[in-house]
């Protein structure tokens, strides 16, 4: 079992920035890719980004690319997501999420932990 539980939402203006954590217990962490979900009102959850077990890759979707980064401490069991130039399109609740495959998958169903989300609300 892995355990994990996000923090860091809030709300902030159009162009603002967050960082969310997402701190990890359970089983070995570094043992596990992770990933970032979101999932606005009414909507399907999406895949935002995804980090590999080292670190040493990273995946974004289209609509974050460039404004968002993973990063993950395997030494202190957390992964994070820096959102910078937030848009109103942006709000939702982000989810943390551990695969423990070294297949590459932005699909949900592939992921085997989940943390609670964390409300992310960015204003106009």
């Known amino acids: 079992q892995v355990q994990l539980v996000e923090s860091g939402g809030g709300l902030v203006q159009a162009g603002g920035s967050l960082r969310l954590s997402c701190a990890a217990s359970g089983r070995t962490f570094s043992s596990y890719a992770m990933g970032w979900f979101r999932q606005a009102p009414g909507k399907e959850r999406e895949f935002v980004a995804r980090i590999s077990w080292s670190g040493a890759s990273t995946y974004y979707a289209d609509s974050v690319k460039g404004r968002f980064t993973i990063s993950r401490d395997n030494a202190k069991n957390t992964v994070y997501l820096q959102m910078n130039s937030l848009k109103p399109e942006d709000t939702a609740v982000y989810y943390c999420?551990?695969?423990?495959?070294?297949?590459?998958?932005?699909?949900?169903?592939?992921?085997?932990?989940w943390g609670q989300g964390t409300q992310v609300t960015v204003s106009s």
């Open positions: 999420a551990a695969d423990g495959s070294r297949v590459v998958s932005t699909t949900p169903g592939r992921y085997e932990y």
